[in-house]
């Protein structure tokens, strides 16, 4: 694992633990969550590298009584440095 592996994989689980927060504490009936990542890297010419962004897909499965309230929990993305391109999935279930 690199140290980008390892950065890619910290932002995952924060969005994951901060999803599952959010999901609680606004009363969406939560059935599952899945979430793939990637980090987009750029080479500098001094052989250092900076993340350019991140992309986090994940997919949940909510009760159908709960999808007017899913977007609030993915507003903490914006105190991220790096661009974080966040692809939602809802999937609902009666």
């Avoid at 689980?13 to 990542?37: D, G, H, N, P």
């Amino acid at each position: 694992m690199t140290p980008e592996d390892a950065f890619v994989a910290a932002l995952n689980m924060c969005f994951q633990l901060m999803f599952i927060w959010a999901t609680e504490r606004l009363k969406i009936q939560l059935v599952s969550y899945e979430c793939e990542a990637e980090g987009h890297v750029i080479d500098l010419l001094d052989r250092t590298s900076n993340f350019e962004r991140t992309v986090l897909r994940p997919t949940t499965r909510v009760k159908a009584d709960s999808i007017e309230r899913v977007g609030k929990p993915l507003e903490w993305a914006s105190s991220i440095k790096p661009a974080i391109l966040i692809e939602l999935t809802i999937e609902t279930e009666p």
